[in-house]
């Protein structure tokens, strides 16, 4: 993993730690059920942020190395796969 990315991944993920113990502090403490739905949004938002990271790397690395190493079929099928799962989210 490109060391930039993780970086930026795992500061990401930290955050959303935080979020998600905060979150759970808020059902815990029955707060108002907007508010609750608001910061669950913000973690999936946060996370989608780190989803296009990971992506972002794997394009940038895996894959590009398996198309500069003749195995063009193989990249284009990791292309399909998360090309797939992105599908699956709408």
Not at 33 to 51: M, N, P, R, Y
Not at 74 to 81: D, H, P, S, T, V
């Given at each position: ?20 113990k905060g979150l759970i ?66």
């Amino acid at each position: 993993m490109e060391v930039n990315i993780k970086q930026k991944a795992l500061r990401r993920l930290t955050i959303v730690q935080g979020q998600l113990k905060g979150l759970i502090k808020m059902v815990e403490d029955e707060k108002y059920c907007v508010d609750i739905i608001t910061q669950s949004s913000a973690i999936k938002e946060a996370l989608s942020g780190v989803e296009h990271l990971i992506l972002e790397n794997h394009l940038s690395t895996h894959v590009l190395d398996q198309m500069k190493g003749g195995k063009e079929k193989k990249a284009i099928g990791e292309i399909l796969k998360v090309y797939k799962l992105a599908q699956r989210k709408k």
